[in-house]
């Protein structure tokens, strides 16, 4: 796999604190110097932004997110801005975000309890809450939030998007939509997933606080990545050999999508064991693909003796036929990607799996497995997949807005591309296809998984340049190709 070395570490809240804690402690760094060089990057990224902006508002909350807020407004007074400046409550005397409102105060700010605001602002500025967010806004903040959302005015936001979480993405009440974000210090992970799009274009200002003080990253964005060329005397034997397993009564559509892109991704060979009906139009429209009607393990058995790699589940439904298959499968100890229904059987039937494993649930699927329900796993993500990493000893796919990698070991990668286009059927048995012949050509699990999400939604944002309605698995193919083949951006 090449990849480029530019690594974006993402970080948790609590380790953001520690690192704010050792910047003073260490770096001799106080809260208060921070907070003010938090304050003039996130107003000098105002400026870039949105430079005939003249009239702001920026909208405090009692905590340190609202301290930055005061010093943004004192900064853009001092440049000549209009500023109106609202205050959902007194901060902790003593406090940071006290000495702040102080300062704006004696530059001559006038500080406003909130109300309905009745002059139109530029910009706004949301300081109300950053990674101290710990319950569903209520009271004035719900109330202050709901007013921003409708005014249709754009949204700078300091460091997170108040009402998000930073470390989950998940919102717990009504949370604010931003244009930007000026994020401080260190990417926040929950910005990254879920709804931590709500955070909109990010810009990461380290005010200084040097990369040493930063400790382990809990995850990392997931870089552009592709397979090296391939050598001149390769053959197909040297590019393995997928076998796709499933296809049941009614979604053959589903084994043909996963085999159509293993080949498309490179896999040397591609089989299909499926139901006998669907043979003739796998064959016909799809020649090079070698379909077989199989009607129980005996019919499998010498499909399995062939192949390098599996994709199992895709179609496979979860009546006698798939799970005769499945189990007949997963005792071939092949290397393996499990998805959909291979995934629902394991549910019912927990079992020995294959040492080099990829599942890819989407997250009613991982719900399922965890026992838990859809919304507890989006509630953190990143705890859900590695949970089921653990569990499964398995490299996990989570699925969705900003899918998650994450490894047995507890490593985490987070995919930055993808659409909301791919919210159409056979998306996820493309994605399936692409990892297994990705695991074929002798990516191991980790790399087959980073690499084959990522070349997934990325392939999704160059065919949703036509529009994300209407995007269809397929049209994912000739964007995958040439992404593969390092010929797209
Ligand atoms: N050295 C530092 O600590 C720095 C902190 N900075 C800013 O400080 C922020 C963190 O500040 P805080 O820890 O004070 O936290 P916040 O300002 O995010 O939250 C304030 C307080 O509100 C309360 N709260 C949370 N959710 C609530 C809800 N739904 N309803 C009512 N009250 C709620 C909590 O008790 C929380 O402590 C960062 O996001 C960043 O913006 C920056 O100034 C950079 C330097
Ligand atoms: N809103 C979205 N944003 C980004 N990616 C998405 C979105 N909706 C779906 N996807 C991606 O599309 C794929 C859908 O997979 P899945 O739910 O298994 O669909 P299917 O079973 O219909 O093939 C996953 O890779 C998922 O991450
Ligand atoms: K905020």
Not at 52 to 72: E, Q, S
Not at 80 to 100: H, I, K, M, Q, T
Not at 223 to 229: G, K
């Amino acid at each position: 796999m090449t990849a480029p070395s530019i690594d974006i570490a993402l970080f948790t809240s609590d380790q953001a604190r520690a690192i704010d804690r050792r910047a003073t402690d260490e770096a001799g760094m106080p809260g208060y110097e921070l907070m003010n060089r938090a304050a003039a990057s996130a107003f000098a990224m105002l400026r870039r932004r949105w430079p005939a902006a003249r009239r702001l508002r920026v909208v405090c909350g009692t905590g340190n997110n609202g301290g930055d807020g005061y010093l943004v407004a004192r900064d853009a007074r001092a440049s000549g801005c209009e500023v109106v400046l609202f205050a959902l409550g007194e901060p902790r005397p003593g406090s940071d975000a006290e000495r702040a409102r102080r300062d704006f105060e004696k530059a001559g700010g006038v500080v406003h309890p909130w109300g309905p605001p009745t002059e139109p602002a530029d910009v706004i500025v949301d300081a109300i809450y950053g990674t101290g967010l710990n319950r569903a806004p209520e009271g004035v903040a719900k109330a202050a939030i709901e007013a921003m959302g409708t005014e249709g005015a754009p949204i700078l936001a300091l460091d997170v998007p108040s009402g998000v979480s930073a470390d989950t993405g998940a919102c717990p009440g009504v949370a604010v939509r931003a244009e930007a974000t000026a994020c401080f210090i260190v990417h926040k992970r929950g910005l990254h997933t879920h709804q931590g799009e709500r955070a909109g274009a990010i810009e990461l200002f380290d005010l200084g606080v040097p990369a040493s003080l930063r400790g382990t990253p809990d995850a990392h964005l997931l870089q552009p990545a592709t397979l090296p060329p391939r050598p001149r005397d390769a053959h197909k034997g040297t590019n393995g050999h997928v076998l796709v397993i499933g296809g049941d009564h009614g979604t053959g559509g589903a084994a043909r999508m996963a085999a159509e892109a293993a080949a498309r991704t490179g896999a040397g060979l591609v089989s299909v064991a499926t139901r006998e009906e669907n043979v003739l139009a796998m064959n016909a429209a799809r020649p090079e693909l070698m379909a077989r009607g199989v009607d129980g393990p005996q019919t499998l058995a010498p499909l399995l003796d062939k192949a390098s790699v599996l994709a199992l589940g895709p179609g496979l439904g979860q009546a006698a036929w798939g799970h005769a298959l499945w189990t007949t499968a997963l005792d071939a100890n092949l290397p393996t990607v499990l998805d959909a229904d291979g995934l629902n059987l394991l549910h019912a039937e927990p079992r020995d799996l294959p040492g080099r494993l990829v599942i890819t649930p989407h997250p009613g699927e991982a719900g399922r497995l965890l026992d838990r329900s859809t919304a507890d796993v989006q509630d953190d993500r990143f705890a859900a997949a590695r949970e089921l990493a653990r569990r499964f000893r398995a490299t996990v796919v989570l699925k969705g807005n900003g899918s998650l990698v994450a490894t047995p070991q507890g490593a985490v990668f987070v995919c930055p591309w993808g659409n909301p286009g791919m919210a159409s059927g056979g998306m996820g048995d493309t994605l399936t296809g692409i990892i297994a012949g990705l695991l074929a050509q002798g990516c191991d699990a980790t790399e087959a998984a980073c690499l084959g999400v990522g070349l997934h939604a990325r392939a999704a944002d160059v065919a949703a340049r036509a529009g994300e309605r209407g995007l269809l698995a397929g049209d994912l193919l000739e964007p995958l190709r040439r992404l593969l083949n390092g010929r797209e951006d």
